[in-house]
């Protein structure tokens, strides 16, 4: 066993309200074979899976766990090395070459965001040269760690903060969605001069495959059965923490107002009582982050955050994005006007993507989140699966809205002649930025458990939730008969999850 008793308070994931010199001695359960379903709540047994399988949730059709047929590290590592060979090389390397009557002027990544930083546009800048730059080079480096700690026979005390903090920081790497950029520049500069596409396109494109696929072969749930639960832990009323290790198999589904799962490596624990959603349970035994029931204060800050996007929506749309200037004479473009600029030149597939994903995808994100949030305060039944998959899309698809930004940065660096051709970026691309990053604050804050939480199908509810709605459960307590109750019948005892089919890697 660790020394733990003097890392308590280095461990300890939230405030302590309570003395560290009389701790008051509890018991915690750690239950083995029992996972949370991150969609909808639902407390489930899982079995170990073999190579190729895949285990859903019954409930909500959310992925639980995957095993892979490749090799567990040596995969993810060589394609880890891979994107870093591609990432190195194409910083080398240049983006794309514009000729103007002889003019020429070639950029690399790094032209764009210093260009708009260069014309009074910081925030976008840095936005545009965080996402395409730092963000990758920051999730290979982390990626390295994760597979290093993966290789020791016990994780290293370093590793589950690495492991945290890559999943927090890889959905801001975009380059998937950069490569789109370019190819939507590249349409609007071949009618007005000659093009030549750098190595760095095809070696960005590359660096795109390479870490989706080492993201795809990441068994993560195997990496943290390296690092062993420790026998004590502290709450956040300071009181110190037994733990005892049990198996859902043998002692059967406690009941579930008493269950919490850590949200970074999803151990279960059982607590004494039932646990609050407005309190920090205190801090994991096994990988030291803050534990709570439910994301704290998620519907407050989901709706602040889509009330900040729809205040910067409409000038999004309204102002123009960028200035295209050429021989003296041109015009602000807003976003719709570009979608229609490349409908009229007959790029109509193009068009359709410009418009789906920088006029489309914002307004329905804000229009799907805001239902969700209405009919989660209204404690609503209709629709909970539905709603939960569409939280998945709607959680996917939030960073390809970014197409118009970054192609605006590729045009604001390349279009650099003077009077003969000129882009200028416009303050609707920084407003439209702004809508792109809140919506995704929007998505990330909102915990999609406590819309089946709101219409009680995860047992009693403590609080976090509107008075109405926890008195409505009351109610549906006191006159419910048994397991009959959707709560109950949800975690009465231990589910298989569904979907046990082979799933090739």
Known sequence: MRTFIKTLPARLGCHSSGTAH?????????????AECPGCGLYQHVPELQPGQLATCPRCGQHLQRRRRTAPLAAPLAFCISSAAFYLAALASSLMTLNVYGRERTVDLLTGPMELMHEGWGEAGLLVGAVTIMAPAVAIGLMFAILYAGTRPTLPNWAPGILIWYEKLRPWSMVEVYILGIFVAYTKLTDMAHVDVGPAVY????????????DSTLDTERIWKHRPVDSLTRMDDGAVVEIAHVHVDDVGMPPVERLVACPSCGLVGEMEHPVSNLRCVGACPRCGHSVWRRAPESLTRTTAYLIAAVVFYIPANLYPVMTFMRMGGGSGHTIIEGALELWSDGMIPLSLLVFFASITVPMLKIASLATMVIMTWRGSRR???QRTRLFRVVDMVGRWSMIDVFMISILVAVVRFNAMATVTANAGMVAFAAVVVLTLFAAWSFDPRIMWDAAGMNGRLVDGLPRAVLKMHDTDTDTAQGPSRPAQTSAAAPRPAANMEPNQA
Request: aromatic share 0%; net charge positive; no cysteine.
């Open 203 to 214: 070696l960005i494109g590359g660096l795109m495959l390479t870490m989706a696929v080492s």
């Open 22 to 34: 009389n701790p008051v001695v509890r018991h915690l359960r750690v239950i083995g074979g029992l």
């Open 383 to 385: 629709g909970l699966a």
